[in-house]
């Protein structure tokens, strides 16, 4: 039997309408279930040595029971995914067109049909952000999540001019470990504002 929630997804995804509403809506039904999301953004292409950081990325972030957000192509995406896979984690890939781009080791595979403006869903869908290396794609992510106040952990990727940042937390880490531990601080700051909120 399915639930009514699987059913929604189920229909909205067989519809003809238009496909990033489609994909709100999704995300929007696996966000009601309150998992932490931690996005984890960088180039589709990447070193041996920037590959190797992302799988401990992911894996870190899946050991603390959070699931991984990313755009779920290769690079960054794929290895980040792979380490979380390893850890037993949950991945979600939100991708530029269809499911048949992402990467092996995505889970939840969200086709947006909208290009590089999916860039701005993997944002929307993350608690905070990890960016790692990364190119002109990375710093668009990177923008749009300072602008929604979000902060990024910045892992080998964009120096930015800090007098520049008016929204949001830009800080630098030198190492995975350091990365996910000050995600996580993050994270729990926000929710201690939330529970301290009139």
Avoid at 25 to 51: K, N, W, Y
Avoid at 124 to 145: C, H, K, P
Wanted: net charge negative; aromatic share 8%; charged share 20%.
């Amino acid at each position: 039997m399915r639930d009514s929630t699987e059913e929604e997804i189920l229909e909205t995804e067989d519809s003809e309408g238009d496909n990033f509403s489609r994909s709100i809506f999704i995300l929007s039904r696996i966000s009601f279930f309150m998992f932490t999301t931690i996005g984890v953004i960088g180039g589709s292409v990447c070193s041996d040595e920037i590959c190797n950081i992302a799988y401990r990325v992911g894996y870190l972030i899946a050991k603390r029971g959070a699931v991984l957000v990313s755009g779920g192509l290769g690079g960054v995406m794929l290895h980040a995914c792979r380490g979380a896979k390893d850890a037993g984690g949950i991945t979600i890939g939100i991708l530029p067109y269809g499911k048949d781009e992402a990467n092996e080791y995505v889970d939840i595979a969200i086709p947006t049909h909208y290009g590089l403006a999916r860039n701005h869903l993997v944002v929307r869908a993350s608690d905070v952000l990890i960016a790692i290396d990364g190119y002109i794609g990375t710093l668009s992510e990177i923008s749009f999540a300072l602008n929604e106040g979000k902060t990024v952990i910045s892992l080998h990727s964009w120096e930015l001019d800090e007098r520049k940042i008016t929204k949001g937390t830009y800080i630098h880490a030198e190492t995975p470990e350091e990365a996910v531990k000050l995600a996580f601080s993050a994270v729990n700051s926000q929710t201690n504002q939330l529970h301290q909120a009139p």
